[in-house]
């Protein structure tokens, strides 16, 4: 499949790995595997597939002449039919065998007709296959995209922790020289407690980011659960801002759902010609042989081996039958057959819009995606500036603490947009990638 060899060349490229200790790590494409492999949807699908498998090879074996063998034991008391056809007060029993055979020699083309649309509703379920795997794929590629942004603020949290922890070590020792004031510490205290409960809103952001795909993937087991992928702007860099118009023409020659809306079609196109063979006669051919044994009470029968070969009769017969008046229920078949071809023509017409609609949705997401990045980078580089320049003059008693902390916060707000930017825009991107194939 087109979405794998793209998830798995985007997976495979060398970059820096999130790593964690003594847990099971998986890239974008393992996850998606396991959740492939687990999700009951798709199995549930598969079974239908299989289903509509049966009946287009039950429709492929019903060209093939059916072959039956009988056998039966009749007993009769009282009045008995005998040999020289009089009746006669006697009881008397009879054992019958038999074996026929019939095929269909023509029914105006009903059976060619089903074999088409029953193999137009197996590919139609395999396009459904595709088109659930789809669904899939994208659900887990957002719930990992997730993860991985929760993953950075949490580590940009963590890091202005660690700078105001820094920060305070290195006032305290001002402090105990007698060179500040101690009020100077009670701002940076204060600030270094919204930072610790930033970044424990972080890691549990994370933790639920990572128990959101781990159930969308079906694991039994959470508690050892963890993702591992390149950087995000290595994800950006193997990927290009396709046109909306591309992935459109694209997405109507690839995409499952089309596939299955066109297969849909002609499955209710042969429905149609199947109702409109029953205005045609049908002629079969028929063969059967058989034998019996028969034995009347109170007088001499012959052997049963002699009476089976004595009594054996085959015949071979034709039968046609011609159409004339059925109360209307051909012509109304046929009605309900073209209607149901409008219908399936409408949702071929949304399903396009719909597809329409989700890929300019897509496109122009992934533009305002890449303008608020390129704007976020430089609110970043302000802030850093910034934030730099507040702390120089602080250090040199030109700024109070509080100036520094405002600085500081606008610092963590420009870079956790940075990396909610970056995170949607390459999320865009493999949007538009997955929905052009």
Request: with cysteine; charged share 25%.
């Amino acid at each position: 499949m087109q979405i794998r060899i793209i998830i798995t060349s985007l997976l495979l490229t060398c970059g820096t790995l999130f790593t964690v200790s003594a847990q099971q790590q998986y890239t974008l494409l393992e996850c998606i595997d396991i959740a492939l492999e687990n999700n009951r949807n798709i199995k549930q699908q598969e079974l239908n597939r299989q289903q509509r498998e049966i009946a287009y090879s039950q429709a492929r074996a019903d060209l093939l002449p059916s072959l039956n063998a009988s056998a039966g034991q009749n007993f009769v008391f009282g009045r008995s039919i005998g040999l020289d056809n009089t009746y006669v007060n006697t009881n008397s029993s009879q054992t019958s065998f038999g074996i026929g055979a019939d095929i269909t020699l023509f029914d105006g083309l009903r059976m060619k007709h089903n074999i088409d649309a029953r193999k137009a509703d197996m590919h139609a379920s395999e396009a459904d296959l595709d088109k659930m795997r789809d669904d899939i794929i994208m659900s887990v590629s957002t719930a990992f995209l997730q993860a991985l942004l929760n993953r950075e603020l949490l580590q940009i949290a963590e890091s202005q922790f660690e700078t105001t922890q820094a920060d305070i070590a290195r006032r305290t020792e001002l402090v105990k020289s007698g060179r500040m004031a101690k009020g100077e510490l009670y701002e940076q205290e204060a600030q270094l407690a919204r930072e610790e409960l930033n970044k424990v809103q972080a890691a549990s952001n994370l933790k639920l980011a990572l128990l959101d795909l781990a159930q969308i993937m079906e694991l039994e087991r959470f508690d050892d659960f963890d993702v591992t992928a390149p950087p995000a702007e290595t994800l950006i860099s193997e990927s290009t801002l396709l046109a909306s118009e591309a992935v459109y023409e694209s997405a109507l020659q690839n995409r499952p759902i089309i596939r299955s809306m066109q297969y849909k079609i002609e499955s209710s196109e042969k429905e149609k010609l199947m109702a409109r063979s029953q205005l045609y006669p049908s002629l079969s051919f028929g063969a059967n042989m058989g034998t019996g044994y028969y034995k009347m009470n109170g007088r001499d029968n012959d052997p049963f081996g002699t009476q089976l070969r004595n009594n054996m009769s085959n015949s071979l017969g034709f039968s046609l039958r011609i159409p004339i008046f059925n109360k209307f229920q051909v012509r109304n078949n046929i009605q309900s057959a073209e209607l149901a071809i409008a219908n399936t023509r409408l949702e071929m017409d949304k399903t396009k819009l719909e597809l329409r609609k989700q890929i300019e949705q897509a496109y122009y997401n992934a533009v305002g995606a890449k303008s608020r990045w390129d704007a976020a980078q430089k609110s970043v580089a302000a802030s850093n500036e910034a934030y730099r320049f507040a702390k120089e003059k602080h250090d040199s008693g030109r700024a109070n603490t509080y100036e520094l902390t405002l600085a500081k916060n606008n610092q963590t707000q420009a870079l956790g947009e940075e990396a909610q930017a970056k995170y949607e825009y390459a999320f865009r991107l493999k949007i538009l990638e997955l929905l052009k194939d």
